[in-house]
């Protein structure tokens, strides 16, 4: 038997545990083509609970009373595929379950020895990924300008604002904490960083970037965006990975109209999800993988321990708990 977690109620607002169930179900039996893998690694990520609401996205919403999946790194305890043996660590979308039966054609291979296996589900897995395609293909940097980037403490935005700097920008991050702003500005090089809860954003804004700003990366919305706008400059971009301010809005969320200031800065407002850049994965994954090797990028994960704990660090995220990656660590690696 094994434990699992399944989404039982459609959150109104914000997610309270009350909306899960922790149950027990046999580990199952691998068919042929299939193979048993044990979890190691759950990746909690705050676009999980759009995918609770019922609706048109860009990706199907849970189904009540089935099992949650995200990003997974199991090890395989019974392989009936040629292409993987017993112990290989593999990468895919799998269950909040201690146990998975995957397709072979549903995960890949990852190889701990280029990096730890953690990273393949941050700064080289899907939240490094989504950093590299959304800001360098539509906020297109160009060394000299002033770059903005909230949740920057975050798993994408950490990896945003470190990229801008590797690219020669001026790079101003938005964050929750002192904690989080002296990590942005201290450990990951960024020239200046915002405590939105107990800083005036838009005077510090005014203050941080003198020359106005060129590239917003969006991971919040509401009130930090409204003090983003008066200050675009011509031609400024904007790519729209996040909106976490909203998601437990019991009500469509309201504020400052944008268009005004996008028609008179000729601005571009992008939205994207990672999986529109699939066929380019391999290329990011290289150069995310090469600036990690050189000492170019750092990253951070905030581990909670223990299966039982998974909707807890689900829950942190609404919190503003984790600093960089927010993981659940299920077992050990098994040499």
Known sequence: MQKQIKL??????TPTKSDFKLVEAPIGEPSKGELLTRTVYI?????LRGRMNEGKSYI??????????????????????DQFTKGDLVLGSLGWQEYSIANENEVQTIDPNLAPASTYLSVLGMTGLTAYFGFLDIGKPKEGETVVVSGAAGAVGSIVGQIAKIKGCHVVGIAGSDEKVNYLTDELGFDAAINYKTQEVGEAL??????????????VGGKISDAIFPLLNKFARIPVC??????????????????????????????FTVGNYSSRFEEGAKELARWLGEGKLKYEETITEGFDHTIDAFLDLFKGANLGKALVKVGDIEK
Not at 8 to 13: D, K, W
Not at 43 to 47: A, G, N, R
Not at 255 to 262: D, E, T, Y
Request: with cysteine.
């Open 8 to 13: 039982i109620n459609r959150p109104a607002a």
């Open 43 to 47: 990746s909690v990520d705050p676009y």
């Open 60 to 81: 199907p919403p849970f189904e009540l009373n089935g099992i949650i999946s995200s990003g997974v790194i199991g090890q395989v305890v019974e392989s009936k595929s």
């Open 206 to 219: 005014k203050e941080a970037c003198p020359n106005g700003i060129d590239v917003y990366f969006e991971n």
């Open 242 to 271: 996040g909106a976490i301010s909203s998601y437990n809005n019991e009500e469509p969320d309201l504020g400052p109209r944008v268009q005004v200031h996008l028609i008179k800065t000729s601005s571009l407002m992008q939205g």
